[in-house]
């Protein structure tokens, strides 16, 4: 059963065996009616894959869905998860633990792509999963036991879209159809089968036909359901054939079933007949088809894959062989899907994925197929040869091997072996007799009468041989190295020398013989040179390449083409010479190739065939294109030597066997691919973030940095020739060509709207752009946007204010201290007015005052009585008070002034100290104190200073301590300590408050009090 087998694929990712044998089909473009060859006369097609496996990116090589998404990127389902690829890379989608937003199991057996662009997977355990293209997250449908209205299972093999919208699901379950809330299911009963949505089986296939119609396949049958609801059986003609469906598809009116016995085609009387017999056994399980739009149709089975070229034409197997080159890679084939481009898509349970473009057609290949007998013997083939049939191909191969191929069938007969070396040059003549050039030998070979002669066996004059050709004169002509050219009679062989002009030693060094409108052309390393059949010579020709090595050449219908290292030439004949007319150097797009071969084909084009590939002149477009495994030529290494057929169809040798390709035919118009914005990156807080694009303006943070832009243009035929441009609009200032990398980065954007234009072109197309083009905006920084904007015309009015306001007070400042100075210069004027003042009035009232103290003291010396000498005595102690003021006010003005100078002399301290003792000795007795002097031994003896000054500093402070202490003592300490002098006076009187200490030393200040009321204030002040 194929639910069996399926499940087995699925669990175990089995394989199975390969089959064997090649094919393909026509090419598909349009030719016109000149070029037209005959189908019978065509190449076998031999499709060549590019192969997509674990190593490329895929994360399993088990690939069981296919699907190609509206951009045009190209999804798989695999036994490994979803695999997305735009052509370069392939991004991964799997089940992540605790995470609801990924896959709900990696295993997905289908996939489509819903009108709105989302893609939908199903898969055994999977469930049913979509994924949002926008939001880059899976939505999961899954079966609830305890929900009626939920999956009826888990086990999803089929997922389809009808038109009106509806998801369409195939479980093992049976079918159910998704409400349009998308929060449950319908489970869709078969009135066929039963009333019991489970009696429809396990619903492996859905197809949905252009009207509208579902198919769906179980393992109880295949049925329709027409729009209104009712369900058709479809019926096999043959009672006995299987109708468990493995997938249901169709093109119009055709609708074809892959079943596990064989493919079926629906009739339009309904009935299923078997398709492919007896080349597709009835007992294959067939998986897939699909008819692209060339009308190929191919049929993918577990056992290989099948091909018919041409409706009502034969099917042929596809070769099975993965280990060679070009063949798919692996033998079970899952599903097959033509993309946009006409690119054929297959997914192998056992090899990955492989692809054929869609000008796969245009060559076929013929190369050693392990196993197989009826295949050439060797991978490689040094040279080729036209059959004179017209038909048939000879092909030389190493170590001296040789087949002959009919390319239209195939087939191959195995000729010669075991020649000497390898085969180097071969021609068959109008007798049916083979002439092989190998390594040191020539033979003539009669494959009618199986006869083999060689050429000059002792080697007498021709050593060297390699390449034969038919000249003029019914004679067989060889290239040599380094011999020039011999000729040989074809019936007796001997060998003679042809005479040649020498202008150099190259001539000898033979490149290419030709036989063309009855003039044998040679070319040599030397130049172009003809043969002269009146003086029987081989002369220069006037005019061409002389001196320089000639690599290939080829006539067209104006002159001829040659090739050589440095360019491709076109010359005119003209008489007997050539006129140089056209030089396609490497500033014109000449590819430097060393070349083995030209062919002109009917449209004036020219193939050049090389080492390093096969590449096409235009010369009406001056244009080169070279040809890969996209068109179909799975090896371009070629070797010297090609057949041309009279079908026209052409057949070189190369490195991995022989090509045959029709050079006149045309390549069919390109599909314009899609272009689409893939991924948009930045750098934000140092991790790669991406960004949505579905709306735009895409926004750019102003912290973000690096952003990055990736585009994709999904071409497939050659991916890596697909080509970019980018143009960021006020950024460039024109198209910045980027090649094949589709991607762009900009770092260092200031703020401001940008479109972003970008083009593109795949391998056979022309430029295609953007529908509309990226608009993006980078946000500006918060200090430069227009709140910020407006806080910082706020913050500049309110600067000038407070500048305003600073400068107002700053003027007023200034008012204050010029009348502050002002007034200190009025106050200083008034000072030393006062001063002088006091100095004036002090001097004024000196002089009458000593003479008041005179005449006391005189008083005081006559007889007087008790009273009068009271009164004296209260006269003359006034008169030394007023004269102690006069003093102190008229040394404060000398301070004030300036005037007052410290003059140092010589003195004695204890002196100085004694002489103050003396002086206020009598006034503390007279109190009742107690006037002590105390003098360290450490003073010195004579010190140098204003003994005067010292002397008055010493008596007030002793004076005031005198007046203000009512009992007690007073004590005068003189000291010596770190090298100062030091005077201390203390007393036993009140003392002074704190408050009163810092007014001590102020003019006329005096403490409050009783006892403080006596005296000016002025002796600390001096």
């Given at each position: 059963?194929?639910?069996?087998?399926?499940?087995?694929?699925?669990?175990?990712?089995?394989?199975?065996?390969?089959?064997?044998?090649?094919?393909?089909?026509?090419?598909?473009?349009?030719?016109?009616?000149?070029?037209?060859?005959?189908?019978?006369?065509?190449?076998?097609?031999?499709?060549?894959?590019?192969?997509?496996?674990?190593?490329?990116?895929?994360?399993?090589?088990?690939?069981?869905?296919?699907?190609?998404?509206?951009?045009?990127?190209?999804?798989?389902?695999?036994?490994?998860?979803?695999?997305?690829?735009?052509?370069?890379?392939?991004?991964?989608?799997?089940?992540?633990?605790?995470?609801?937003?990924?896959?709900?199991?990696?295993?997905?057996?289908?996939?489509?792509?819903?009108?709105?662009?989302?893609?939908?997977?199903?898969?055994?355990?999977?469930?049913?999963?979509?994924?949002?293209?926008?939001?880059?997250?899976?939505?999961?449908?899954?079966?609830?036991?305890?929900?009626?209205?939920?999956?009826?299972?888990?086990?999803?093999?089929?997922?389809?879209?009808?038109?009106?919208?509806?998801?369409?699901?195939?479980?093992?379950?049976?079918?159910?159809?998704?409400?349009?809330?998308?929060?449950?299911?319908?489970?869709?009963?078969?009135?066929?089968?039963?009333?019991?949505?489970?009696?429809?089986?396990?619903?492996?296939?859905?197809?949905?036909?252009?009207?509208?119609?579902?198919?769906?396949?179980?393992?109880?049958?295949?049925?329709?359901?027409?729009?209104?609801?009712?369900?058709?059986?479809?019926?096999?003609?043959?009672?006995?054939?299987?109708?468990?469906?493995?997938?249901?598809?169709?093109?119009?009116?055709?609708?074809?079933?892959?079943?596990?016995?064989?493919?079926?085609?629906?009739?339009?009387?309904?009935?299923?007949?078997?398709?492919?017999?007896?080349?597709?056994?009835?007992?294959?399980?067939?998986?897939?088809?699909?008819?692209?739009?060339?009308?190929?149709?191919?049929?993918?089975?577990?056992?290989?894959?099948?091909?018919?070229?041409?409706?009502?034409?034969?099917?042929?197997?596809?070769?099975?062989?993965?280990?060679?080159?070009?063949?798919?890679?692996?033998?079970?084939?899952?599903?097959?899907?033509?993309?946009?481009?006409?690119?054929?898509?297959?997914?192998?349970?056992?090899?990955?994925?492989?692809?054929?473009?869609?000008?796969?057609?245009?060559?076929?290949?013929?190369?050693?197929?392990?196993?197989?007998?009826?295949?050439?013997?060797?991978?490689?083939?040094?040279?080729?040869?036209?059959?004179?049939?017209?038909?048939?191909?000879?092909?030389?191969?190493?170590?001296?091997?040789?087949?002959?191929?009919?390319?239209?069938?195939?087939?191959?007969?195995?000729?010669?072996?075991?020649?000497?070396?390898?085969?180097?040059?071969?021609?068959?003549?109008?007798?049916?007799?083979?002439?092989?050039?190998?390594?040191?030998?020539?033979?003539?070979?009669?494959?009618?009468?199986?006869?083999?002669?060689?050429?000059?066996?002792?080697?007498?004059?021709?050593?060297?041989?390699?390449?034969?050709?038919?000249?003029?004169?019914?004679?067989?002509?060889?290239?040599?190295?380094?011999?020039?050219?011999?000729?040989?009679?074809?019936?007796?062989?001997?060998?003679?020398?042809?005479?040649?002009?020498?202008?150099?030693?190259?001539?000898?060094?033979?490149?290419?013989?030709?036989?063309?409108?009855?003039?044998?052309?040679?070319?040599?390393?030397?130049?172009?040179?003809?043969?002269?059949?009146?003086?029987?010579?081989?002369?220069?020709?006037?005019?061409?390449?002389?001196?320089?090595?000639?690599?290939?050449?080829?006539?067209?219908?104006?002159?001829?083409?040659?090739?050589?290292?440095?360019?491709?030439?076109?010359?005119?004949?003209?008489?007997?010479?050539?006129?140089?007319?056209?030089?396609?150097?490497?500033?014109?797009?000449?590819?430097?190739?060393?070349?083995?071969?030209?062919?002109?084909?009917?449209?004036g084009r020219v193939w050049v065939f090389?080492?390093?590939?096969?590449?096409?002149?235009?010369?009406?477009?001056?244009?080169?294109?070279?040809?890969?495994?996209?068109?179909?030529?799975?090896?371009?290494?070629?070797?010297?030597?090609?057949?041309?057929?009279?079908?026209?169809?052409?057949?070189?040798?190369?490195?991995?066997?022989?090509?045959?390709?029709?050079?006149?035919?045309?390549?069919?118009?390109?599909?314009?691919?899609?272009?689409?914005?893939?991924?948009?990156?930045?750098?934000?807080?140092?991790?790669?973030?991406?960004?949505?694009?579905?709306?735009?303006?895409?926004?750019?943070?102003?912290?973000?940095?690096?952003?990055?832009?990736?585009?994709?243009?999904?071409?497939?035929?050659?991916?890596?020739?697909?080509?970019?441009?980018?143009r960021l609009n006020g950024f460039d200032?024109?198209?910045?060509?980027?090649?094949?990398?589709?991607?762009?980065?900009?770092?260092?954007?200031?703020?401001?709207?940008?479109?972003?234009?970008?083009?593109?072109?795949?391998?056979?197309?022309?430029?295609?752009?953007?529908?509309?083009?990226?608009?993006?905006?980078?946000?500006?920084?918060?200090?430069?946007?227009?709140?910020?904007?407006?806080?910082?015309?706020?913050?500049?009015?309110?600067?000038?204010?407070?500048?305003?306001?600073?400068?107002?007070?700053?003027?007023?400042?200034?008012?204050?201290?010029?009348?502050?100075?002002?007034?200190?210069?009025?106050?200083?004027?008034?000072?030393a007015a006062k001063s002088q003042f006091?100095?004036?009035?002090?001097?004024?009232?000196?002089?009458?005052?000593?003479?008041?103290?005179?005449?006391?003291?005189?008083?005081?010396?006559?007889?007087?009585?008790?009273?009068?000498?009271?009164?004296?005595?209260?006269?003359?102690?006034?008169?030394?008070?007023?004269?102690?003021?006069?003093?102190?006010?008229?040394?404060?003005?000398?301070?004030?002034?300036?005037?007052?100078?410290?003059?140092?002399?010589?003195?004695?301290?204890?002196?100085?100290?004694?002489?103050?003792?003396?002086?206020?000795?009598?006034?503390?007795?007279?109190?009742?104190?107690?006037?002590?002097?105390?003098?360290?031994?450490?003073?010195?003896?004579?010190?140098?200073?204003?003994?005067?000054?010292?002397?008055?500093?010493?008596?007030?402070?002793?004076?005031?301590?005198?007046?203000?202490?009512?009992?007690?003592?007073?004590?005068?300490?003189?000291?010596?300590?770190?090298?100062?002098?030091?005077?201390?006076?203390?007393?036993?009187?009140?003392?002074?408050?704190?408050?009163?200490?810092?007014?001590?030393?102020?003019?006329?200040?005096?403490?409050?009090?009783?006892?403080?009321?006596?005296?000016?204030?002025?002796?600390?002040?001096?």
């Amino acid at each position: 059963m194929s639910v069996f087998v399926l499940g087995l694929a699925f669990l175990l990712g089995a394989s199975a065996p390969s089959g064997a044998s090649s094919t393909a089909s026509p090419s598909s473009a349009p030719v016109p009616a000149q070029a037209m060859h005959a189908p019978d006369a065509a190449p076998l097609p031999t499709p060549q894959f590019r192969r997509y496996g674990i190593d490329d990116g895929l994360p399993s090589s088990s690939v069981y869905a296919v699907a190609q998404d509206r951009h045009g990127a190209i999804w798989f389902g695999t036994k490994g998860g979803i695999a997305r690829f735009d052509g370069v890379h392939f991004q991964i989608f799997r089940h992540i633990e605790n995470d609801p937003d990924s896959l709900y199991n990696n295993e997905i057996s289908s996939l489509i792509v819903d009108r709105q662009g989302n893609i939908w997977a199903g898969g055994l355990d999977a469930g049913l999963n979509r994924y949002d293209t926008a939001s880059g997250k899976f939505t999961h449908w899954k079966h609830d036991p305890t929900d009626p209205r939920s999956l009826t299972s888990d086990r999803v093999w089929v997922v389809t879209q009808t038109p009106d919208g509806a998801i369409w699901v195939g479980t093992s379950e049976g079918l159910d159809r998704m409400l349009p809330d998308e929060r449950g299911f319908e489970h869709v009963t078969n009135p066929l089968l039963g009333l019991n949505s489970h009696d429809f089986g396990t619903v492996a296939a859905l197809y949905v036909d252009p009207q509208g119609r579902l198919w769906a396949g179980s393992d109880r049958g295949v049925f329709r359901r027409d729009t209104d609801g009712n369900f058709v059986r479809i019926k096999p003609v043959d009672p006995e054939q299987s109708m468990d469906a493995w997938r249901i598809d169709g093109n119009g009116d055709e609708v074809r079933i892959a079943t596990e016995r064989g493919l079926l085609m629906v009739g339009a009387d309904g009935l299923a007949r078997p398709f492919g017999a007896p080349v597709i056994p009835d007992d294959t399980n067939v998986m897939t088809s699909t008819r692209d739009a060339a009308g190929h149709l191919w049929i993918g089975t577990q056992r290989g894959m099948y091909l018919q070229a041409r409706r009502d034409g034969p099917v042929t197997e596809v070769i099975d062989q993965p280990l060679l080159y070009g063949d798919l890679p692996g033998s079970w084939i899952w599903q097959t899907l033509v993309d946009r481009e006409g690119g054929l898509w297959v997914t192998l349970l056992d090899g990955g994925v492989g692809y054929l473009a869609p000008g796969w057609n245009s060559f076929s290949r013929f190369t050693h197929i392990p196993d197989d007998q009826n295949s050439l013997r060797d991978s490689v083939a040094t040279t080729m040869a036209g059959g004179r049939d017209g038909r048939h191909v000879w092909v030389g191969e190493r170590e001296g091997r040789i087949d002959r191929l009919d390319p239209a069938t195939g087939s191959v007969e195995h000729i010669l072996s075991n020649l000497r070396g390898d085969v180097l040059g071969m021609t068959e003549d109008n007798h049916q007799r083979l002439w092989v050039a190998l390594q040191g030998s020539l033979y003539r070979y009669d494959y009618v009468h199986d006869r083999l002669d060689q050429v000059d066996p002792q080697g007498a004059k021709l050593k060297r041989p390699l390449e034969v050709e038919s000249g003029p004169d019914g004679k067989m002509y060889a290239r040599t190295f380094g011999q020039g050219i011999l000729r040989i009679d074809p019936e007796t062989l001997a060998v003679s020398d042809v005479a040649m002009d020498k202008p150099n030693e190259k001539v000898m060094l033979g490149s290419q013989m030709m036989l063309y409108k009855g003039t044998f052309w040679y070319a040599s390393d030397g130049g172009m040179m003809r043969l002269d059949q009146a003086h029987d010579r081989f002369v220069m020709v006037p005019g061409g390449p002389t001196g320089d090595p000639v690599d290939a050449f080829d006539f067209d219908r104006t002159g001829i083409w040659v090739a050589t290292e440095n360019a491709l030439l076109h010359y005119h004949v003209q008489g007997q010479g050539m006129v140089l007319d056209q030089t396609v150097d490497a500033t014109h797009g000449w590819p430097s190739l060393k070349a083995v071969d030209l062919d002109v084909d009917c449209f004036g084009r020219v193939w050049v065939f090389t080492h390093d590939g096969l590449w096409r002149f235009n010369p009406q477009k001056n244009t080169f294109h070279q040809l890969g495994l996209q068109n179909g030529l799975a090896n371009g290494e070629f070797a010297r030597g090609y057949a041309l057929l009279p079908s026209g169809n052409l057949y070189a040798a190369t490195f991995g066997g022989v090509a045959g390709f029709d050079p006149d035919s045309v390549d069919a118009p390109p599909v314009p691919p899609t272009l689409s914005i893939t991924q948009i990156t930045v750098r934000r807080k140092g991790v790669e973030q991406n960004l949505a694009f579905g709306s735009q303006p895409v926004k750019i943070g102003w912290h973000d940095s690096q952003l990055h832009i990736q585009a994709r243009v999904f071409s497939y035929i050659d991916p890596w020739a697909n080509q970019y441009r980018f143009r960021l609009n006020g950024f460039d200032t024109d198209w910045v060509d980027r090649d094949n990398h589709g991607e762009r980065e900009f770092t260092g954007l200031g703020s401001g709207d940008y479109t972003l234009d970008i083009m593109a072109r795949g391998a056979d197309g022309g430029w295609v752009q953007l529908d509309r083009p990226l608009h993006f905006r980078v946000q500006s920084p918060p200090w430069l946007r227009w709140w910020a904007w407006l806080l910082y015309a706020g913050l500049a009015i309110a600067v000038a204010l407070l500048s305003l306001l600073a400068w107002r007070r700053r003027l007023a400042h200034q008012h204050r201290m010029q009348l502050a100075e002002q007034r200190h210069q009025i106050a200083e004027q008034a000072s030393a007015a006062k001063s002088q003042f006091l100095a004036t009035l002090s001097h004024e009232i000196r002089t009458p005052m000593t003479g008041v103290i005179g005449m006391a003291e005189l008083l005081l010396s006559t007889p007087l009585n008790s009273m009068q000498r009271e009164y004296a005595e209260a006269m003359q102690r006034a008169s030394h008070v007023l004269l102690k003021l006069l003093n102190d006010a008229l040394d404060l003005a000398r301070i004030e002034a300036g005037k007052l100078i410290l003059e140092s002399a010589p003195f004695d301290v204890r002196c100085l100290v004694q002489d103050v003792e003396r002086l206020q000795k009598g006034a503390a007795h007279a109190k009742g104190l107690t006037l002590s002097v105390q003098i360290d031994a450490g003073v010195p003896m004579s010190l140098i200073g204003d003994a005067l000054r010292i002397q008055q500093v010493l008596f007030n402070l002793v004076n005031n301590a005198v007046k203000f202490t009512e009992r007690g003592s007073i004590a005068i300490h003189l000291g010596w300590l770190d090298d100062y002098l030091w005077l201390d006076v203390s007393d036993t009187g009140p003392g002074i408050s704190e408050t009163s200490r810092v007014r001590l030393f102020r003019r006329f200040e005096q403490d409050e009090g009783p006892q403080r009321s006596i005296g000016s204030g002025l002796g600390l002040a001096i």
